[in-house]
């Protein structure tokens, strides 16, 4: 091989080797903190190095930068996704291994693995270790070395330390994924208190019930428990009772009058039949022998009958009411009777009495 073109190609690779570091470290450091006067154009490179298809494949990394992944998708809430961009493709300098490639995303059996060490660590029951404050509804990221966070928190951090590591176990280059176990759990708690709020609020109204109606056991307890049912008893009457008290004494004060107006009459009665005249002696005489009685009503025996006894002893009584008897046979039934007026063996009724021949 002649000397000249080994030096060529020796030269072609040093210079594509040259452009491929360029284009690395273009796409690695930010356009705004490159200095105006140092900036770098990569389209007067020797023909063969592929600056217009390195241009072409920039371009392409960064519309593929904008794409989210399908499970970042809206409209799709309590859906677990990464939260890193797609990674950027290999760079030619990675390519031809001048530069370390970054390290492989990992799979969905990896985030599964990583996310039961941290179900089993209990994360997600523990307050976030940055703000020390519950997850509750917050967003809520979970990284590739299985510790848990606020979103917002773990922004704060890397912006506030000006590198990506983890701020428990210090892992740099992690990946994040956002998870709900956090607000899950919290629903969870909070539906378990609501319940226990509701079941105890029915058992109170539920014990309230039957202290109003079943009496307890305890003798003090019992007597208080009628002591109140009398007391509700007593104020259920006097509010039923009508607040006009005029109109309550004016009713005190007929019902009196009427009373002693029953009795007046009663007064009446007793002394009109103690002061009976001849004509209404007669008058229950002929009502005496118009029914016919033959028998007193009390022994059962003829009235005319004497059965060895004296005609004094068996002597015959008319009352007012026009009933006879024995008079043995009613001063007997008068001792016998606790009145202080007694009243007709038959009839029920007061009466004046009036010795009849027998």
Same mark, same amino acid.
């Given at each position: 091989?002649?000397?000249?073109?080994?030096?060529?190609?020796?030269?072609?690779?040093?210079?594509?080797?040259?452009?491929?570091?360029?284009?690395?470290?273009?796409?690695?450091?930010?356009?705004?903190?490159?200095?105006?006067?140092?900036?770098?154009?990569?389209?007067?490179?020797?023909?063969?190095?592929?600056?217009?298809?390195?241009?072409?494949?920039?371009?392409?990394?960064?519309?593929?930068?904008?794409?989210?992944?399908?499970?970042?998708?809206?409209?799709?809430?309590?859906?677990?996704?990464?939260?890193?961009?797609?990674?950027?493709?290999?760079?030619?300098?990675?390519?031809?291994?001048?530069?370390?490639?970054?390290?492989?995303?990992?799979?969905?059996?990896?985030?599964?693995?990583?996310?039961?060490?941290?179900?089993?660590?209990?994360?997600?029951?523990?307050?976030?270790?940055?703000?020390?404050?519950?997850? #509750?509804?917050?967003?809520?990221?979970?990284? !590739?070395? *299985?510790?848990?966070?606020? @979103?917002?928190? $773990?922004?704060?951090? %890397? /912006?506030?330390?000006?590198?990506?590591?983890?701020?428990?176990?210090?892992?740099?280059?992690?990946?994040?994924?956002?998870?709900?176990?956090?607000?899950?759990?919290?629903?969870?708690?909070?539906?378990?208190?609501?319940?226990?709020?509701?079941?105890?609020?029915?058992?109170?109204?539920?014990?309230?019930?039957?202290?109003?109606?079943?009496?307890?056991?305890?003798?003090?307890?019992?007597?208080?428990?009628?002591?109140?049912?009398?007391?509700?008893?007593?104020?259920?009457?006097?509010?039923?009772?009508?607040?006009?008290?005029?109109?309550?004494?004016?009713?005190?004060?007929?019902?009196?009058?009427?009373?002693?107006?029953?009795? #007046?009459?009663?007064?009446?009665?007793?002394? !009109?039949? *103690?002061?009976?005249?001849? @004509?209404?002696? $007669?008058?229950?005489? %002929? /009502?005496?022998?118009?029914?016919?009685?033959?028998?007193?009503?009390?022994?059962?025996?003829?009235?005319?009958?004497?059965?060895?006894?004296?005609?004094?002893?068996?002597?015959?009584?008319?009352?007012?009411?026009?009933?006879?008897?024995?008079?043995?046979?009613?001063?007997?039934?008068?001792?016998?009777?606790?009145?202080?007026?007694?009243?007709?063996?038959?009839?029920?009724?007061?009466?004046?009495?009036?010795?009849?021949?027998?």
């Amino acid at each position: 091989m002649p000397r000249g073109f080994g030096y060529k190609a020796e030269s072609r690779r040093v210079t594509l080797a040259a452009v491929a570091l360029q284009d690395h470290i273009t796409r690695s450091v930010p356009i705004q903190n490159i200095p105006h006067n140092l900036s770098i154009s990569v389209t007067s490179c020797p023909a063969g190095c592929g600056a217009a298809h390195v241009r072409r494949r920039h371009k392409n990394h960064n519309t593929r930068q904008r794409v989210r992944y399908p499970e970042q998708t809206q409209g799709q809430e309590e859906r677990e996704y990464v939260l890193d961009h797609a990674p950027p493709p290999l760079t030619l300098a990675q390519r031809m291994g001048l530069v370390a490639a970054p390290s492989r995303r990992l799979t969905a059996e990896e985030w599964a693995e990583v996310k039961t060490r941290s179900i089993q660590e209990g994360d997600s029951t523990q307050p976030c270790v940055i703000c020390r404050e519950e997850f #509750r509804l917050q967003p809520q990221v979970l990284l !590739s070395c *299985s510790h848990v966070f606020h @979103k917002v928190c $773990l922004k704060s951090f %890397e /912006k506030f330390s000006g590198r990506k590591s983890c701020p428990m176990c210090r892992k740099e280059q992690y990946e994040t994924r956002v998870i709900y176990d956090g607000a899950r759990l919290y629903r969870e708690k909070c539906a378990l208190r609501i319940q226990a709020f509701w079941r105890g609020y029915l058992v109170r109204k539920w014990y309230s019930n039957i202290r109003k109606h079943v009496p307890p056991k305890d003798q003090q307890l019992r007597r208080r428990f009628f002591e109140k049912k009398f007391q509700e008893m007593n104020d259920r009457l006097v509010q039923s009772c009508s607040t006009d008290v005029e109109a309550f004494l004016n009713d005190i004060d007929r019902s009196v009058a009427m009373s002693h107006d029953i009795l #007046r009459r009663f007064d009446v009665k007793y002394t !009109s039949v *103690s002061e009976m005249e001849d @004509k209404d002696w $007669l008058e229950a005489q %002929e /009502k005496a022998v118009q029914r016919g009685v033959q028998d007193c009503a009390i022994c059962l025996n003829c009235l005319s009958s004497h059965n060895g006894s004296s005609k004094k002893d068996r002597n015959i009584l008319l009352l007012s009411c026009s009933h006879i008897f024995h008079e043995p046979c009613l001063q007997a039934f008068e001792i016998f009777c606790q009145e202080a007026k007694p009243k007709c063996p038959l009839c029920r009724s007061h009466y004046a009495k009036m010795l009849v021949s027998n």
